[in-house]
């Protein structure tokens, strides 16, 4: 199983909206992001920092259904 990568803030929203999540509103150093079709899925809120701990970026995870692996595709894209 393939390691977590420590990223940005911003690299994760790219990559989730890469996922088809939409920004809705940003407050502060937050971003809120929405799924639009998908209503399985959480509503997302990820903190526009310098890196992210493991933890919030496996919980963000968890909340979008998806994989490590298919967010490490991701990021490669």
Same mark, same amino acid.
């Given at each position: 199983?393939?390691? =977590?990568?420590?990223?940005? %803030?911003?690299?994760?929203?790219?990559? /989730?909206?890469? =996922? +088809?999540? *939409?920004?809705?509103?940003?407050? +502060? #150093?937050?971003?809120?992001? @929405? @799924?639009? #079709?998908?209503?399985?899925? /959480?509503? =997302?809120? !990820?903190?526009? @920092?310098?890196? =992210? +701990?493991? %933890?919030?970026?496996?919980?963000?995870?968890? &909340?979008? *259904? !998806? #994989?490590?692996?298919? /967010?490490? &595709?991701?990021?490669?894209?």
């Amino acid at each position: 199983m393939p390691k =977590l990568l420590l990223i940005s %803030g911003k690299q994760a929203v790219k990559c /989730f909206q890469n =996922l +088809g999540y *939409k920004v809705v509103r940003q407050k +502060g #150093s937050h971003i809120r992001l @929405h @799924h639009p #079709s998908n209503h399985n899925r /959480f509503p =997302l809120t !990820i903190p526009k @920092h310098k890196t =992210l +701990g493991k %933890g919030l970026l496996r919980k963000l995870l968890r &909340d979008a *259904k !998806i #994989s490590k692996e298919e /967010f490490l &595709d991701l990021l490669e894209k």
